[in-house]
């Protein structure tokens, strides 16, 4: 029937329409501030940095300051400083960790890159300022969230690392458990130096 089509879209385009009206989950506004949006699990804005300890997040980051993601940066928005102790050891942490949002493109690279899964990408986009100089540039303090945080914005994707953290920490344990219980039986089983104090074995009869 000539005109079948027209009708079968015309038909999609009003199911569409008197549904946007009825179903939550398609309004196209909200009453924002008040209301915020409620966002997709994959929506990235920034990054930000995991810590463990949620009553000290600074000192518990899972940065170890290897600078990869420094390297790998492609606008190059990223600045990493080591720690170091007082006779000048590099230690594994941060000093400094910041990253200027006004030039970050949010490509997650970063995050790719990670081997330590230490940074991942914040949904915070409520991030207007009126000083684009420091006010876009975040430091450490800013970007140090705990592990509950990134489980509340990315849940399905926070509980397959820390799945596959706990198996890498289990692993760990046991080859150092191997290792440990191997050196115990070579211990046990090399024979025990002979006492320089004890006379020698009498001589064979002749």
Do not use: W
């Not at 009126?130 to 975040?138: E, H, P, S, V």
Request: hydrophobic share 40%.
């Amino acid at each position: 029937m000539l005109g079948t089509g027209l009708i079968k879209g015309l038909a999609v385009t009003a199911k569409n329409l008197v549904g946007s009206f009825h179903d939550p989950a398609r309004y196209t506004t909200v009453e924002y501030p008040e209301v915020k949006p409620k966002l997709p699990e994959a929506y990235r804005n920034f990054p930000f940095l995991v810590a463990e300890n949620e009553a000290d997040p600074q000192g518990s980051l899972r940065c170890v300051a290897c600078l990869i993601c420094e390297k790998e940066c492609p606008p190059q928005c990223i600045y990493i400083v080591r720690e170091r102790d007082e006779n000048g050891k590099v230690m594994q942490n941060p000093k400094v960790f910041d990253i200027d949002i006004s030039v970050c493109m949010s490509c997650q690279i970063c995050v790719e890159v990670c081997p330590f899964d230490a940074i991942k990408m914040d949904q915070e986009f409520e991030i207007a300022t009126a000083d684009r100089f420091d006010g876009l540039l975040l430091h450490r303090g800013e970007l140090a969230k705990p592990n509950s945080y990134y489980h509340q914005i990315h849940p399905t994707e926070a509980a397959e690392v820390d799945a596959m953290l706990a198996e890498q920490k289990a692993k760990a344990a046991a080859a150092k458990a191997e290792k440990e219980a191997r050196l115990a039986a070579a211990k046990a089983a090399k024979p025990a130096p002979a006492d320089k104090d004890q006379p020698p074995p009498p001589a064979p009869a002749a």
